[in-house]
């Protein structure tokens, strides 16, 4: 890359999908961070109203000029052009918590329809949480406070924008590494935004249990879904021996991945099913947790005249004859899932 640019967005109303982008703040530099050029382009937006707080209170947010400013710029179509030659070349935006900046920009040009600007982007808050080890979100005031960096005026687009570049900078001078060099061993992997899909800015790391940082129950439940679709379009022995059989685990047993897709996929390829609905199983397997809610509607079942049988842990694996010998990547499992670009955030009907 050539050249950075960071760019925070403000809005009149807090709604991204009616034209409420009502400044284009920036700031441009080389990837030593030398800033070349900073301003805060002002919009006047689609709605009437700025509606920044409840009805008759103070507004939640200030922003950093008066309405009337705002309404006496330009509309976006008039910006675009402006706006446009920012990313072109070899350019890297970055930004701070910044799908919230691209669902705006691009919600702007689908008002005026205009082309989506295509460019790659870098989420510095989300470096700042890999730093921490957490999936907890940081705001730029309070990052920029723990960093040392100097902020402007809050919620004015240019000032926010050049907070954010100098948090990248003083992120790579702690970390003795250049931007280059952080996407180059995929410590993130830069998000796409182009005509069609967004691709998100991603942290491998946070993928990884092994470092600390737990993966979620939806990362857990993502991880077996996608390895029941592998076993099920693989080769199966549909008439063996769990031929009828509908199993389900105690929920607290999904929590623990590897043991579960071993159990689940040994059973899917004897001829079982699987499911997480209860009362649509006739194997259930019980774990420690008594509580578990499945266990609740299983016991329930039972009560009410239905067959199901309930084992052990070691009592499965004993019946499958141990459990298959499976190495899993999760990291490249979950990058892969949660990296699939969505469809471009476009004006909502």
């Not at 030398?34 to 409840?54: C, H, M, S, T, Y």
């Not at 491998?204 to 439940?221: A, Q, S």
């Not at 379009?233 to 623990?256: I, P």
């Not at 239905?306 to 694996?317: A, F, N, Q, Y």
């Amino acid at each position: 890359m050539t050249k950075l640019i960071a760019f925070d967005v403000e809005s009149c109303n807090g709604n991204p999908f009616n034209g409420s982008m009502c400044s284009f703040g920036y700031c441009l530099s080389d990837t030593d961070f030398n800033v070349a050029e900073q301003k805060d382009i002002l919009i006047n937006p689609k709605p009437k109203g700025f509606n920044l707080g409840r009805w008759g209170e103070e507004p939640v947010l200030k922003l950093a000029y008066p309405e009337e400013a705002f309404r006496k710029s330009p509309r976006f179509y008039d910006v675009y052009a402006e706006i446009e030659r920012l990313f072109s070349g070899d350019t890297l935006a970055v930004g701070f918590a910044i799908s919230n900046d691209i669902r705006y920009l691009n919600n702007a040009c689908d008002l005026y329809r205009l082309p989506h600007i295509s460019f790659r982007y870098i989420d510095v808050q989300l470096l700042i949480k890999l730093k921490k080890l957490t999936r907890n979100d940081t705001g730029l005031a309070a990052a920029a406070a723990e960093y040392g960096v100097e902020i402007g005026e809050h919620h004015r687009s240019d000032e926010d924008a050049r907070a954010t570049l100098m948090l990248l900078k003083e992120y790579c001078r702690i970390e003795g590494r250049s931007v280059a060099e952080i996407l180059g061993d995929r410590t993130v992997i830069a998000g796409v935004n182009t005509q069609k899909s967004v691709a998100p800015c991603l942290a491998p790391l946070f993928f990884d249990e092994n470092n600390g940082i737990p993966l979620t129950r939806k990362m857990k439940r993502i991880l077996i879904d996608e390895y029941c679709k592998e076993v099920r379009s693989g080769k199966r022995d549909r008439d063996g021996k769990f031929k009828g059989k509908t199993l389900c685990l105690n929920s607290k047993l999904e929590d623990e991945t590897d043991l579960a897709r071993k159990l689940i996929g040994a059973v899917l390829k004897r001829g079982g099913r699987y499911t997480t609905e209860a009362e649509n199983c006739n194997l259930f397997v019980q774990g420690d947790d008594t509580n578990c809610q499945r266990y609740g509607k299983v016991k329930k079942e039972i009560e009410n005249g239905k067959r199901i049988d309930t084992v052990g842990v070691s009592e499965l694996i004993d019946a499958l004859g141990g459990l298959p010998d499976v190495v899993f990547d999760d990291t490249a499992t979950l990058c892969r899932i949660y990296g699939k670009p969505t469809d471009s955030y476009t004006l909502r009907k």
